[in-house]
């Protein structure tokens, strides 16, 4: 009998590992994919190697690269970018680390306040959650990010649209500004030098500007894990959470298996309530069945894998939103290109963004050849030139909107790679309940039916379109601000990568898994922690801070609601996740 | 759901359908590849024609499917190749032929997508033979060519139809170029005659695209005509899983085709030479970095900030 079992260690369920395995409780932590316990022997700096969906290390399947990875049906034109693993999508995100808009939380009271997703808040105030954002920003830490030359382009680009440069971490208005990332800043000969024989730690420490995010970061070359620049969890919290005896008084470290893919929750009723007991794990690579019980369950297996988890589990569902309300932040997608070097892509995936409360965001995206060239044909707007597929729509970009494909995409990739930049539209969409996660009528898998995610792209809400027309329209204006010379814009089919609010907690009954305290309304000792908790689409800010700083608030509920503690966020001071008494222990346990 | 039996099986109409789909170039035509043996009725009479007619059609079914799909690459990445030619887009800089995009493409498809067989086995029946009984394929009546069909063909589609319902996994691929030559026919149905030998990669790169729009036209005619052969719910998922098969074949081989894949050394993760797009892009021109000299700074050299 475990006192807490987490299923998945992803963006959120090391952040409830790490904080309870620091209060002494015995964790165990589950994850379907694989460890990567030594990334300078597993991965490299390949786009194919690294990011092919079916084949790639980072690929939602099991470690065994020969095996296929796992099919999960799409019933349009889209992709859906899970990846399995320790770190789970952390391992190939950009580290950026901004606050949820203050207008999606309850109380709200600005001027803007009924131009959210109203019906969808966060169920308490911006100033409640303020403290939990502290603490994960400490933990990481966040910091400011460095400039390279394409962030500098970005803001050539930003400074002609009449903004604000926003210097505060809660986002009061439209402005611009670098991002606030999880990414260690360069330190010595980091950023300074291209010479790898320059670039080993600790003459070099934090980011070294070499592009690869993506692909995963083990830089600098020999730094301890815990000193990577990239804050993702398999670098931060879940090293944390291994040490947990050594950095926090009283700490206890957690038990993590992988390739440990969970295939049920089991629940009973006690006094008449349905109370979560434990799970059922499957040994990828023996096909074992495994069996434990605990006191508390935790669901961290992403917006996808928990309704998924949720239905095969045979688990009620009585107002029907287990996986309903899934929000994407209907991305779009514009390039430009110009006639000098833009800088891309080195250095950080992102660190420039532009933020439009109540309508969405930018961010630069330094990306290399295969993955940009896959960015510029995915589209629900046809093939530029040839056909619209119904939409191809015109604005402040050159010809209709759609794929840039074959000979004109070639003609763009051969004026340089150094001589794009591509901006991100982030949209803050709304939740629908019909964009959602069910079981497939296809085949089940090894583990059980499988998920589909189906999304309603051409039916989203009237805010949504709107939304995203008008961020599109303000990347246009930004880059051609920055000095491109041509502008496309691809209107991407669904990106489904930041991916939100598929069991989201809200204050009613009536559309919410969760209630406010992240305690699932059908099963007592069943929680969740991950970005799917989330209420909304945030306003468009990228996901993870805000969903790691719920999963600490969540994290607390359990310790005070199940285990007799006190809350500590207001009175304790974060351990930051760089301590070299961490570094030590994992030389130590050989990590 | 009902059961009623099949329609009847015009002849004319499933002797259409191979040569819509590619396979009747492939076996017979022009440099065919269908080994004579299956074609030759006494062997055909001694022969219980499976499990050996499926080891005979299989080859056929792999440069078929090759075949397309070099049709489809060029079409992500065009160069100096002759497929690209025929597109009518020549480019003189290596492309998809040249990057190795084709092996990506059915490397993936037939080993690593891990498509359940329970569909593509379906669809892959729907397309030879469901298609032709639907009437999509009435239009080959008017085909140039058809009605001096070798008589041969009445057993090709039986190995066809055999191979389909054999325990063999089908490898995807084989119901994607099937998918593309269909779409072929219907843009150019001049396209069951001429190089190489597919319809697909005999059309123009406007043709492609008028197929890839019929694919992901939402309500198309083929995704109905398809989802005639499942019962709800798995009506709605084929039907869903086609549009969604449209987009990603252009953006998997277009992926391929600007990576490194071709070149790639999985024992030693190191690259045997540079990548075509690494060479046309002028990405990372040393190979692959621990860092760059790009850190120029903190924008207006602000270094933290604060509520």
């Known amino acids: 009998m475990r006192d807490v079992i987490v299923i998945g260690a992803g963006g959120g369920g090391p ?188 003459q070099a420490t934090g980011c070294t500007f070499c592009g690869y995010c993506f692909q995963g970061c083990m830089r600098p070359n020999g730094a301890p894990r815990n000193q990577f620049a990239k804050r993702s969890t398999d670098n931060s919290y879940v090293p944390m959470a291994l040490t947990a005896n050594v950095w926090a008084r009283g700490g206890r470290p957690i038990e993590l298996i992988t390739d440990a893919y969970v295939t049920r929750v089991h629940a009973e009723r006690r006094h008449g309530v349905l109370t979560a007991t434990g799970v059922t794990w499957r040994d990828n ?62 250095g950080v995936g992102s660190s420039a963004r532009l933020d439009f409360p109540p309508y969405g965001g930018l961010e630069n995206v330094g990306l290399p050849p295969a993955l940009s060239a896959f960015a510029g044909t995915l589209s629900d707007s046809g093939i530029r030139g040839q056909y619209g597929n119904g939409r191809g729509k015109t604005g402040p970009w050159d010809g209709p909107a759609g794929r840039v494909m074959g000979p004109e995409l070639k003609e763009l990739m051969a004026g340089g790679i150094d001589k794009l930049m ?63 010379k041509k502008v496309y814009r691809i209107d991407w089919a669904p990106l489904i990568l930041h991916v939100q609010s598929s069991m989201r907690m809200g204050a009613s009954e009536q559309n919410s898994v969760v209630n406010p305290r992240g305690e699932t309304r059908a099963v007592k000792r069943l929680f969740v922690a991950d970005n799917s908790a989330l209420s909304n689409a945030l306003g468009g800010p990228n996901p993870t801070l805000t969903s790691q700083a719920l999963a600490t608030r969540t994290a607390e509920k359990i310790f005070a609601t199940y285990f007799g503690g006190d809350p500590w966020v207001r009175s304790e001071s974060p351990v930051v996740s760089t301590d070299p008494r961490v570094s030590v222990r994992l030389g130590q346990l050989g990590l | 759901m009902p059961d009623a039996d099949p329609p009847a099986v015009e002849p004319l109409a499933r002797r259409a359908f191979p040569a819509r789909i590619g396979v009747l170039g492939a076996a017979v035509g022009a440099g065919g590849l269908l080994t004579r043996s299956l074609l030759n009725p006494a062997d055909a009479a001694t022969n219980q024609l499976l499990p050996p007619a499926v080891d005979l059609i299989r080859p056929v079914l792999a440069e078929l499917a090759r075949d397309t799909l070099n049709g489809l690459t060029v079409f992500a990445m065009p160069g100096p190749d002759a497929y690209s030619r025929t597109q009518g887009t020549p480019s003189p800089t290596p492309g998809a032929m040249e990057s190795g995009a084709t092996d990506f493409m059915i490397n993936a498809l037939d080993h690593f997508v891990p498509f359940p067989d329970a569909i593509a086995q379906p669809v892959g029946a729907a397309l030879v033979t469901g298609l032709a009984d639907s009437g999509l394929a009435d239009t080959g009546l008017a085909l140039p060519g058809l009605s001096v069909l070798p008589v041969e063909l009445r057993t090709l589609d039986r190995a066809l139809a055999a191979y389909l319902q054999s325990d063999e996994t089908l490898p995807l691929s084989f119901p994607i170029a099937g998918l593309l030559n269909l779409m072929a026919t219907q843009v150019n149905p001049l396209a069951v005659n001429g190089p190489h030998l597919s319809p697909f990669a005999r059309l123009t790169y406007a043709e492609k695209a008028a197929a890839f729009e019929l694919i992901e036209r939402t309500d198309s005619d083929l995704v109905a005509l398809l989802d005639v052969h499942f019962p709800e719910p798995l009506k709605a998922s084929v039907s869903g899983l086609l549009k969604f098969v449209g987009g990603a074949l252009l953006e998997f081989a277009t992926f391929g085709a600007y990576s490194e894949y071709g070149v790639f050394d999985k024992e030693t993760k190191a690259l045997r030479m540079r990548p075509v797009s690494w060479s046309l892009t002028g990405y990372q021109p040393d190979g692959p970095v621990e860092g760059w000299d790009d850190f120029i700074g903190y924008y207006q050299g602000r270094k933290e900030v604060h509520d």
């Open chain 1, 422 to 484: 591509t901006v991100l539209v982030i949209t803050d969409d709304d939740v629908e309940p019909d964009n959602r996660v069910t079981l497939s009528a296809l085949p089940a898998d090894e583990n059980g039916p499988i998920p589909k995610v189906t999304f309603k792209h051409r039916q989203r809400t009237a805010r949504t379109v709107r939304n995203r027309e008008f961020m599109a329209r303000k990347a246009a204006e930004l880059l051609r601000g920055a000095g491109a």
């Open chain 1, 15 to 202: 952040v409830v590992a790490k904080e309870l395995a620091a209060k002494g409780l015995d964790v165990l932590l589950l994850e379907a994919g694989p460890r990567h316990a030594k990334p300078r022997d597993e991965w490299t700096t390949f786009e194919d190697d690294a990011n092919n969906p079916l084949t790639g290390y980072f690929r939602p399947g099991p470690s065994d690269r020969s095996k296929p990875a796992w099919f999960r049906e799409w019933p349009q034109n889209s992709f859906v970018w899970q990846l399995s693993g320790v770190g789970g999508t952390t391992q190939h995100f950009y580290g950026n680390y901004p606050r949820a808009y203050p207008g999606v939380f309850q109380g709200y009271d600005g001027a803007d306040r009924n131009e959210y997703d109203v019906n969808h808040r966060f169920p308490f105030t911006y100033a409640e959650m303020v403290p939990y954002f502290e603490w994960v920003e400490a933990t990481m830490p966040v910091m400011t990010a460095a400039m390279g030359h394409k962030e500098q382009t970005f803001f050539r680009g930003a400074e002609t649209l009449g903004l604000p440069v926003q210097t505060t971490k809660t986002t009061l208005g439209p402005s611009y500004r670098p991002q606030e990332n999880a990414i260690l800043q360069p330190g010595g000969t980091a950023g300074k030098t291209s010479d790898k024989n320059l670039l080993n730690y600790p």
């Open chain 1, 285 to 346: 690579n023996s096909g074992a069945e495994h069996r434990e019980d605990a006191r508390v369950v935790v669901m961290s297996g992403g917006c996808t894998e928990n309704p998924r988890l949720w239905f095969n589990s045979g688990l009620p569902n009585p107002n029907g939103w287990v996986g309903r309300g899934y929000t994407d932040h209907f991305f779009d997608w514009l390039i430009g290109s110009f006639d000098d070097s833009t800088g891309n892509p080195k």
